[in-house]
T-cell receptor
Framework: NAGVTQTPKFQVLKTGQSMTLQCAQD?????MYWYRQDPGMGLRLIYY???????DKGEVPNGYNVSRLNKREFSLRLESAAPSQTSVYFC????????????FGPGTRLLVL | GENVEQHPSTLSVQEGDSAVIKCTYS??????FPWYKQELGKGPQLIID?????GEKKDQRIAVTLNKTAKHFSLHITETQPEDSAVYFC??????????????FGKGTLLTVNP
């Protein structure tokens, strides 16, 4: 039981390049989330998916898109990377949106030059 | 939305001492409060959570207290050990519309336990 897995672990991009961050969970959770973590800012929600087939914007969605591929997988795409998107990205999942513990993956460290 | 303030931002204690981290929240309708521990280079790990119908919850050396009237909750770690050294985050769950709930996180507390 791996929990939440993320790929890649580390990535360097040039400004304007695109990439997709992958996330998968094996806990049969309905809800999934993407957060970014910046020094002194805590965790901020980018997008979330309440259940398979639905996605919604979080606190900082600009510059990102998401796809809930199936119940297990939730990807985050940067269409045209900017230096301001240099951050650590965490995927999380929970049984449901309502008052349930969220379980986090190990993170993807992204550097945009 | 919700606003969560967390204090202190850094905390240094001697091994065996207790550590207390405090958070305040702004939305009186918030009703779920988890605490996460994040070790260097890893993702946040849930260590304890509390719901608004409970005033205190304990799990071995860790306890969380909730004061709904004052809108604050605290993490208590007793008999601290070097392996407790990490960044701790509090969070509060709030209703963003209909049956959708989101978590707002505090900015974290770096706890250092000195041997």
């Amino acid at each position: 039981n791996a929990g939440v897995t993320q790929t890649p672990k580390f990535q360097v991009l040039k400004t304007g390049q695109s990439m997709t961050l992958q996330c998968a969970q094996d806990m049969n959770h309905n809800s999934m989330y993407w957060y970014r973590q910046d020094p002194g800012m805590g965790l901020r929600l980018i997008y979330y998916s309440a259940s398979e087939g639905t996605t919604d914007k979080g606190e900082v969605p600009n510059g990102y898109n998401v796809s809930r591929l199936n119940k297990r997988e939730f990807s985050l795409r940067l269409e045209s990377a900017a230096p301001s998107q240099t951050s650590v990205y965490f995927c999380a999942s929970s049984e449901a949106l309502q008052l349930r513990a969220q379980y986090f993956g190990p993170g993807t460290r992204l550097l945009v030059l | 939305g919700e606003n969560v303030e967390q204090h202190p931002s850094t905390l240094s204690v001697q091994e065996g001492d207790s550590a207390v981290i405090k958070c305040t929240y702004s939305d009186s309708a918030s009703n779920y409060f988890p605490w996460y521990k994040q070790e260097l280079g890893k993702g946040p790990q849930l260590i304890i959570d509390i719901r608004s119908n409970v005033g205190e919850k304990k799990d071995q050396r860790i306890a969380v207290t909730l004061n709904k009237t004052a809108k604050h909750f605290s993490l208590h770690i007793t008999e601290t050990q070097p392996e407790d050294s990490a960044v701790y985050f509090c969070a509060a769950s709030w209703n963003s519309g209909g049956s959708n709930y989101k978590l707002t996180f505090g900015k974290g507390t770096l706890l250092t336990v000195n041997p």
